[in-house]
């Protein structure tokens, strides 16, 4: 995680990310279910901020999550759970913290690539995706807000996105090629 060296998120072939603390070695959120992945997840991506990350996957769909109140709770637990771990040497492991399943993306598309998605990249707001299919595309995720009574919530997914360039390139069956932006 951009904001915190002890969080990593996992990608996995059972359809879901998971965050971890491995400070405390605890995992403390799932991403998945209901509207995530429907087959292995293969590439995620930290947004700048820290507060969301986008992944794809076989499924060919790209979906950002954001960390809700819920997990950024959990967060805080795990990290208090690290401190107590340092603190009582005779604490040889924790409990599971938060392990909340978050189901809900605040963006999902299957329109940005016909193949599998292998590899993600934020670049600011913008993401850049790559796929089989021999294009990596750079693209805005539209993320309309809709107001209830409840407060302004995101649009629940599917939602739009502005392709902005396509690159194709040769030997496009190699999965897992990946690429990086330097920050600058």
């Given at each position: 995680?951009?904001?915190?060296?002890?969080?990593?998120?996992?990608?996995?072939?059972?359809?879901?990310?998971?965050?971890?603390?491995?400070r405390s070695r605890t995992q403390i959120a799932i991403f998945?279910?209901?509207?995530?992945?429907?087959?292995?997840?293969?590439?995620?991506?930290?947004?700048?901020?820290?507060?969301?990350?986008?992944?794809?996957?076989?499924?060919?769909?790209?979906?950002?999550?954001?960390?809700?109140?819920?997990?950024?709770?959990?967060?805080?637990?795990?990290?208090?759970?690290?401190?107590?771990?340092?603190?009582?040497?005779?604490?040889?492991?924790?409990?599971?913290?938060?392990?909340?399943?978050?189901?809900?993306?605040?963006?999902?598309?299957?329109?940005?690539?016909?193949?599998?998605?292998?590899?993600?990249?934020?670049?600011?707001?913008?993401?850049?995706?790559?796929?089989?299919?021999?294009?990596?595309?750079?693209?805005?995720?539209?993320?309309?807000?809709?107001?209830?009574?409840?407060?302004?919530?995101?649009?629940?997914?599917?939602?739009?996105?502005?392709?902005?360039?396509?690159?194709?390139?040769?030997?496009?069956?190699?999965?897992?090629?990946?690429?990086?932006?330097?920050?600058?």
């Amino acid at each position: 995680s951009p904001g915190n060296e002890w969080l990593l998120l996992s990608a996995s072939m059972d359809w879901t990310c998971r965050l971890w603390n491995l400070r405390s070695r605890t995992q403390i959120a799932i991403f998945g279910g209901h509207e995530g992945h429907r087959d292995s997840v293969y590439t995620l991506s930290w947004h700048v901020s820290g507060e969301r990350f986008a992944s794809g996957g076989n499924d060919r769909s790209v979906k950002i999550w954001e960390l809700s109140e819920r997990v950024r709770d959990a967060i805080r637990a795990s990290i208090d759970a690290a401190d107590q771990l340092e603190r009582d040497e005779t604490v040889e492991e924790l409990a599971v913290i938060g392990n909340s399943m978050e189901q809900f993306p605040i963006f999902s598309s299957k329109k940005a690539h016909v193949h599998c998605v292998d590899c993600v990249a934020f670049i600011g707001d913008l993401l850049s995706t790559k796929s089989t299919e021999g294009k990596i595309r750079l693209w805005l995720p539209v993320l309309e807000q809709t107001r209830t009574a409840l407060g302004t919530l995101p649009k629940p997914p599917p939602c739009e996105l502005r392709l902005l360039r396509t690159l194709e390139y040769e030997d496009s069956d190699v999965y897992f090629l990946r690429f990086a932006f330097d920050a600058k």
